[in-house]
């Protein structure tokens, strides 16, 4: 004997075969955990001085990231003497952030850690 739903009023009970009901109930537990996502961080790295079409090939996979419902973590790193002019990283951050507004809002702010520059996005449901 199986107590079925314990909470109407009154209690329901079956006469069934226990191990039978465990494991619909393992089954149904499992094709539930299958269909949650989980969200992760994903990575674009780009460089200072990148091209028109470099950018337009990392922003299509931001994008596609963003889509399929992870985080993306934009990463300009810079090399010898290009942290003079961290400005240019900057922008190039506004302007992902630009060409993405409609998929993503900022989480974390673009940020100089030592010689990274880095802005995290997450998607907008």
């Known amino acids: 004997m199986v107590e079925v739903a314990p909470n109407s009023k ?3 009970c079956r ?3 226990y191990g039978k009901y465990k494991y619909e109930q393992s089954k149904r537990a499992k094709m ?9 961080l994903k990575e674009v790295k780009l460089r200072p001085k990148i091209e028109d ?3 337009q090939f990392k922003l299509d996979h931001a ?4 889509v399929s419902g992870n985080k993306v973590k934009v990463t ?3 090399r010898g003497r290009e942290i003079t002019h961290a400005e240019f990283g900057k922008k190039l951050l506004e302007r992902m952030l630009g060409e993405l507004e409609d998929v993503a809002t900022v989480e974390r702010p673009p940020i100089l850690e030592g010689r990274n520059m880095v802005m995290v996005m997450i998607p907008k449901h």
């Open 63 to 66: 994008r596609k990231f963003l």
């Open 53 to 55: 079409h470099d950018f």
């Open 10 to 12: 009154p209690p329901v």
């Open 76 to 78: 300009v790193f810079f």
């Open 32 to 40: 539930a955990r299958k269909k949650h996502h989980f969200m992760h």
């Open 15 to 17: 006469i069934l075969d």
